[in-house]
T-cell receptor, first 112, second 111 residues
Framework: EPEVTQTPSHQVTQMGQEVILRCVPI?????FYWYRQILGQKVEFLVS????????KSEIFDDQFSVERPDGSNFTLKIRSTKLEDSAMYFC??????????FGPGTRLLVL | RKEVEQDPGPFNVPEGATVAFNCTYS??????FFWYRQDCRKEPKLLMS???SGNEDGRFTAQLNRASQYISLLIRDSKLSDSATYLC????????????FGQGTELSVKP
């Protein structure tokens, strides 16, 4: 069964550093998403992406965040200058349509 | 009112029990609803979509009441492997596929 994959599984970084989280969505999916989950809190939407542009973004997704589909398979989330409060689990998801989304295993980001 | 609100947990039940989770949502224009399950520190996994007429998948039954903006999930004959957090999820219209998650209800099934 096809799956969304994410790398790395864990990332530790210093405050102020840039990080890039990588995702390989399911191959025939056209819609891509990033969510995050701070420990003990609910899953929160960050951004959706379709046809090489952002479709929707949340208030969390400020100028420090960007997304890119650099080639036909990868989908990346970049955080330009990490803050302590960016520490969270980041999930990538993909879907064939705007509805049923399948999630990757996540990247656990720790900002020190 | 919170966008998606769920029963507080945790629910501790014996194996074989029937357990029900409830959820309410605030956006009456929402059209798509889901239940996901999340194991500790893992990704949300789709359990089932929720259809207007109600739907069943094995031991799991989901119901939707649009008038009350209420969604439910019933688990019959619960197994130890059902222990997880159950997430009520709503996809509001015209928001680029954004999913709104509830806080989740933790279920612990004991032998």
């Amino acid at each position: 069964e096809p799956e969304v994959t994410q790398t790395p599984s864990h990332q530790v970084t210093q405050m102020g550093q840039e990080v890039i989280l990588r995702c390989v969505p399911i191959s025939n999916h056209l819609y891509f998403y990033w969510y995050r989950q701070i420990l003990g809190q609910k899953v929160e939407f960050l951004v959706s992406f379709y046809n090489n542009e952002i479709s929707e973004k949340s208030e969390i997704f400020d100028d420090q965040f960007s997304v890119e589909r650099p080639d036909g398979s990868n989908f990346t989330l970049k955080i330009r200058s990490t803050k302590l409060e960016d520490s969270a689990m980041y999930f990538c998801a993909s879907s064939e349509d705007w509805e049923t989304q399948y999630f990757g295993p996540g990247t656990r980001l720790l900002v020190l | 009112r919170k966008e998606v609100e769920q029963d507080p947990g945790p629910f501790n039940v014996p194996e074989g029990a029937t357990v029900a989770f409830n959820c309410t949502y605030s956006n009456s224009a929402s059209q798509s609803f889901f239940w996901y399950r999340q194991d500790c520190r893992k990704e949300p996994k789709l359990l089932m979509s929720v259809y207007s007429s109600g739907n069943e998948d094995g031991r799991f039954t989901a119901q939707l009441n649009r008038a009350s903006q209420y969604i439910s999930l019933l688990i019959r004959d619960s197994k130890l492997s059902d222990s997880a957090t159950y997430l009520c999820v709503v996809n509001p219209p015209n928001q680029g596929g954004k999913l709104i998650f509830g806080q989740g209800t933790e279920l612990s099934v004991k032998p």
